[in-house]
Protein backbone atom coordinates (compact mmCIF):
# COMPACT_ATOMS: atom_id res chain seq x y z
CA UNK A 1 0.00 0.00 0.00
CA UNK A 2 1.34 3.18 -0.79
CA UNK A 3 1.53 6.11 1.41
CA UNK A 4 -0.81 7.90 -0.47
CA UNK A 5 -3.70 4.97 0.42
CA UNK A 6 -2.38 4.93 4.31
CA UNK A 7 -2.92 8.29 4.83
CA UNK A 8 -6.45 8.48 3.52
CA UNK A 9 -7.20 5.40 5.12
CA UNK A 10 -5.91 7.15 8.27
CA UNK A 11 -7.98 10.19 7.19
CA UNK A 12 -11.38 8.46 6.51
CA UNK A 13 -10.36 6.19 10.44
CA UNK A 14 -9.80 9.79 12.09
CA UNK A 15 -13.33 11.26 10.66
CA UNK A 16 -15.18 8.31 11.84
CA UNK A 17 -13.80 8.48 15.31
CA UNK A 18 -14.89 12.02 15.22
CA UNK A 19 -18.46 11.64 14.00
CA UNK A 20 -19.06 9.18 16.57
CA UNK A 21 -19.73 6.38 14.35
CA UNK A 22 -19.90 3.34 16.70
CA UNK A 23 -17.38 0.44 16.22
CA UNK A 24 -17.83 -2.99 16.67
CA UNK A 25 -21.64 -2.09 17.24
CA UNK A 26 -21.57 0.01 20.31
CA UNK A 27 -22.99 3.30 20.50
CA UNK A 28 -21.56 6.20 21.36
CA UNK A 29 -22.93 9.39 22.63
CA UNK A 30 -21.76 12.66 21.84
CA UNK A 31 -21.15 16.25 23.64
CA UNK A 32 -23.61 18.87 22.67
CA UNK A 33 -20.99 20.71 20.79
CA UNK A 34 -19.72 17.67 18.83
CA UNK A 35 -23.55 16.99 16.93
CA UNK A 36 -23.47 18.79 13.78
CA UNK A 37 -25.84 22.22 13.28
CA UNK A 38 -27.91 20.53 10.38
CA UNK A 39 -29.22 17.73 13.21
CA UNK A 40 -30.07 20.20 16.03
CA UNK A 41 -32.14 22.59 13.64
CA UNK A 42 -36.11 22.11 14.76
CA UNK A 43 -39.05 22.73 12.06
CA UNK A 44 -41.70 24.65 12.80
CA UNK A 45 -44.95 23.95 11.85
CA UNK A 46 -48.05 26.25 11.93
CA UNK A 47 -51.74 25.61 11.67
CA UNK A 48 -54.77 27.54 10.65
CA UNK A 49 -58.30 27.08 11.65
CA UNK A 50 -61.12 29.21 9.44
CA UNK A 51 -64.43 29.06 10.66
CA UNK A 52 -67.03 28.82 8.40
CA UNK A 53 -69.86 31.63 8.61
CA UNK A 54 -73.05 29.94 10.42
CA UNK A 55 -75.68 29.27 7.56
CA UNK A 56 -78.38 31.99 7.34
CA UNK A 57 -81.66 30.65 9.30
CA UNK A 58 -84.42 30.31 6.47
CA UNK A 59 -86.72 33.13 7.11
CA UNK A 60 -90.43 31.63 7.78
CA UNK A 61 -94.04 32.98 7.01
CA UNK A 62 -96.59 32.36 9.69
CA UNK A 63 -100.29 32.53 8.85
CA UNK A 64 -102.57 33.68 11.02
CA UNK A 65 -106.09 32.75 9.99
CA UNK A 66 -108.99 35.16 11.26
CA UNK A 67 -112.41 33.58 11.60
CA UNK A 68 -115.18 36.16 10.78
CA UNK A 69 -118.69 35.62 11.28
CA UNK A 70 -121.38 36.93 9.76
CA UNK A 71 -123.84 39.76 11.78
CA UNK A 72 -126.82 41.27 10.69
CA UNK A 73 -126.82 45.37 11.47
CA UNK A 74 -129.75 48.13 10.62
CA UNK A 75 -129.56 50.86 9.35
CA UNK A 76 -131.58 54.23 8.02
CA UNK A 77 -132.90 54.66 4.53
CA UNK A 78 -134.94 57.67 4.20
CA UNK A 79 -137.52 57.12 7.27
CA UNK A 80 -136.86 53.07 7.66
CA UNK A 81 -134.89 51.25 9.03
CA UNK A 82 -132.70 48.64 6.70
CA UNK A 83 -131.36 45.38 7.24
CA UNK A 84 -127.57 45.20 6.14
CA UNK A 85 -124.68 42.49 6.60
CA UNK A 86 -121.34 42.54 7.91
CA UNK A 87 -118.50 40.03 9.18
CA UNK A 88 -116.86 40.72 11.83
CA UNK A 89 -114.09 39.04 14.31
CA UNK A 90 -115.51 35.40 15.38
CA UNK A 91 -117.12 35.32 18.15
CA UNK A 92 -119.07 37.90 17.74
CA UNK A 93 -120.16 38.86 21.04
CA UNK A 94 -123.14 41.37 21.58
CA UNK A 95 -120.60 43.91 22.97
CA UNK A 96 -118.37 43.51 19.24
CA UNK A 97 -121.97 44.02 17.44
CA UNK A 98 -123.24 46.98 19.68
CA UNK A 99 -119.85 48.83 19.48
CA UNK A 100 -119.68 48.11 15.35
CA UNK A 101 -123.33 49.67 14.76
CA UNK A 102 -122.21 52.30 17.01
CA UNK A 103 -119.03 53.07 14.90
CA UNK A 104 -121.61 53.59 12.07
CA UNK A 105 -121.04 52.46 8.30
CA UNK A 106 -118.11 51.37 6.17
CA UNK A 107 -117.08 52.33 2.79
CA UNK A 108 -119.06 48.91 1.35
CA UNK A 109 -120.89 49.49 -1.71
CA UNK A 110 -124.19 48.44 -0.33
CA UNK A 111 -124.36 51.01 2.04
CA UNK A 112 -125.02 53.41 -0.37
CA UNK A 113 -127.92 55.62 0.33
CA UNK A 114 -127.82 54.70 3.93
CA UNK A 115 -127.20 56.45 7.09
CA UNK A 116 -126.94 55.94 10.70
CA UNK A 117 -130.17 57.89 13.18
CA UNK A 118 -127.04 57.13 16.21
CA UNK A 119 -125.76 60.62 17.43
CA UNK A 120 -121.36 60.09 16.10
CA UNK A 121 -120.16 60.25 19.79
CA UNK A 122 -122.21 57.88 21.22
CA UNK A 123 -120.92 55.68 23.54
CA UNK A 124 -122.60 52.24 25.20
CA UNK A 125 -122.08 49.31 27.04
CA UNK A 126 -124.38 45.96 27.31
CA UNK A 127 -125.00 43.62 30.01
CA UNK A 128 -127.28 40.13 28.65
CA UNK A 129 -129.03 38.48 31.52
CA UNK A 130 -131.48 35.58 30.72
CA UNK A 131 -131.95 36.93 27.05
CA UNK A 132 -132.25 40.79 28.27
CA UNK A 133 -129.93 43.06 27.10
CA UNK A 134 -129.66 46.30 28.93
CA UNK A 135 -127.64 49.12 27.32
CA UNK A 136 -126.21 51.28 28.90
CA UNK A 137 -125.03 55.02 27.85
CA UNK A 138 -123.15 57.67 30.35
CA UNK A 139 -124.93 60.80 28.49
CA UNK A 140 -128.67 61.36 27.11
CA UNK A 141 -128.96 60.88 23.52
CA UNK A 142 -132.22 60.89 22.54
CA UNK A 143 -132.85 64.35 23.59
CA UNK A 144 -130.41 65.33 20.57
CA UNK A 145 -132.06 63.98 18.33
CA UNK A 146 -135.07 64.59 15.85
CA UNK A 147 -138.66 62.54 17.45
CA UNK A 148 -138.61 60.43 14.28
CA UNK A 149 -134.78 59.71 14.41
CA UNK A 150 -135.39 59.12 18.19
CA UNK A 151 -137.06 56.14 17.18
CA UNK A 152 -134.78 55.44 14.10
CA UNK A 153 -132.17 55.16 16.51
CA UNK A 154 -133.64 53.14 19.06
CA UNK A 155 -134.96 50.62 16.09
CA UNK A 156 -131.29 50.27 14.71
CA UNK A 157 -130.25 49.32 18.37
CA UNK A 158 -133.40 47.03 19.15
CA UNK A 159 -133.30 45.38 15.74
CA UNK A 160 -129.39 44.39 15.61
CA UNK A 161 -129.60 43.19 19.45
CA UNK A 162 -132.17 40.66 19.17
CA UNK A 163 -130.98 39.27 15.78
CA UNK A 164 -128.84 37.97 17.63
CA UNK A 165 -128.75 34.77 19.64
CA UNK A 166 -129.70 34.66 23.35
CA UNK A 167 -131.15 38.30 23.19
CA UNK A 168 -135.35 38.44 22.54
CA UNK A 169 -135.35 42.26 24.93
CA UNK A 170 -133.26 45.42 25.19
CA UNK A 171 -133.72 48.04 28.28
CA UNK A 172 -132.38 51.32 27.93
CA UNK A 173 -130.54 53.06 30.96
CA UNK A 174 -128.21 56.28 31.21
CA UNK A 175 -126.07 57.33 34.00
CA UNK A 176 -127.40 53.82 36.02
CA UNK A 177 -131.10 55.02 35.62
CA UNK A 178 -133.69 53.27 33.48
CA UNK A 179 -134.62 55.30 31.07
CA UNK A 180 -138.17 55.88 28.75
CA UNK A 181 -138.24 55.08 24.90
CA UNK A 182 -140.36 55.66 21.83
CA UNK A 183 -141.52 52.22 19.73
CA UNK A 184 -141.93 52.13 16.32
CA UNK A 185 -145.22 53.86 16.78
CA UNK A 186 -144.19 56.45 18.68
CA UNK A 187 -145.66 56.15 21.85
CA UNK A 188 -142.88 56.19 24.66
CA UNK A 189 -142.23 52.79 26.95
CA UNK A 190 -142.58 53.51 31.25
CA UNK A 191 -138.82 53.72 32.37
CA UNK A 192 -137.27 50.49 32.53
CA UNK A 193 -139.52 48.61 30.24
CA UNK A 194 -138.08 46.05 27.60
CA UNK A 195 -138.60 46.41 23.99
CA UNK A 196 -138.47 43.44 21.13
CA UNK A 197 -138.27 42.84 17.32
CA UNK A 198 -141.67 43.11 17.24
CA UNK A 199 -142.31 47.10 18.56
CA UNK A 200 -139.92 47.97 15.52
CA UNK A 201 -141.90 46.58 12.69
CA UNK A 202 -143.43 50.14 12.10
CA UNK A 203 -140.39 50.99 10.68
CA UNK A 204 -138.58 48.54 9.20
CA UNK A 205 -138.14 48.27 5.73
CA UNK A 206 -141.16 46.37 3.63
CA UNK A 207 -138.52 44.27 2.21
CA UNK A 208 -137.29 43.39 5.54
CA UNK A 209 -141.04 41.95 7.31
Request: hydrophobic share 40%; aromatic share 4%; net charge negative.
Amino acid sequence: MSLRHLAACLGITTALAACGVPDEGRFVSLEGNEIPPALVETTTTSSSTSTLPAEQATPTTTIVEVLTEQVELFFVSANRVVRTERFIVSPATPTQVLDTLLAGLDSQVENSGLRSALPAKLTATIDVRRGIARVASTAPFLSELEPLDQRLAIAQIVLTLTRRPGIGQVIFTVDGADISVPRGGGDLTAPGTAVTYDDYLTVLSTRDS
